[in-house]
């Protein structure tokens, strides 16, 4: 996997360097998250990997799941189906999205909050937490009840745990130390 993500990012690279030059990142990233995508649906990832399948049949099912691409994206879909290295696509999207953020000095933070954030509230954090880290900072965000209520967010190697969950657990840790010495 580690190998994988490697090579991804090495076409990621590249991909970016002529994406810049062209002023196309935004849009080729648009396109690989949509083929990306497109392969997990289950019949598509069977028609890609399969060996009597032409490459151009193989290219026009993915531009029509993927809502159509690119002159670019389509001719590097097109050599990593010939090298066989489609499976790539989606670390391959992922790390093009990561070189992107690092050209424009963008953080990514996960947040993870007990209920769906409405966009007055996303906004709100976002600002905030571009304001405490002194950079822009693109959010994704994820739900999940079992932290109570408040908002963990990570950012890069960075844990900041605002939960109600991980407030409790840090009392019984206080607790437990002045009860144990």
């Known amino acids: ?15 970016l360097d002529i994406a810049l030059e062209r002023n196309t990142a935004d849009e080729w990233a648009a396109q690989l998250h949509a083929v990306a995508t497109a392969l ?7 028609l890609l990997g399969s060996p009597i399948a032409s490459i151009d049949t193989k290219i026009k099912a993915t531009t029509t799941l993927a809502g159509g691409l690119g002159r670019e994206v389509e001719t590097l879909i ?4 010939a090298r066989k290295r ?7 999207s992922e790390a093009f999205a990561d070189l992107i953020r690092e050209h424009r ?3 990514r933070a996960e ?3 007990a209920i769906p954030l409405d966009e007055q509230t996303r906004t709100l954090l976002q600002d905030r937490l571009s304001h405490y880290l002194g950079q822009a900072v693109e959010i994704e965000d994820h739900v999940d009840p079992e932290i109570i209520g408040g908002v963990v967010a ?3 190697d960075r844990l900041i745990d605002g939960s109600v969950a ?6 019984r840790e206080q607790i437990g130390a002045r009860a144990g010495g």
């Open 111 to 113: 947040i993870t909050t």
């Open 105 to 107: 000095r963008i953080l």
């Open 86 to 92: 489609v499976t790539l696509l989606p670390a391959l």
């Open 154 to 156: 990570r950012i890069g």
């Open 166 to 171: 991980g407030r409790l657990q840090r009392m």
């Open 1 to 15: 996997m580690k190998h994988q993500a490697a090579s991804a990012r090495r076409y990621g690279r590249a991909l």
């Open 40 to 46: 997990d649906d289950e019949a598509m990832a069977r």
């Open 78 to 81: 097109r050599m990593l189906l």
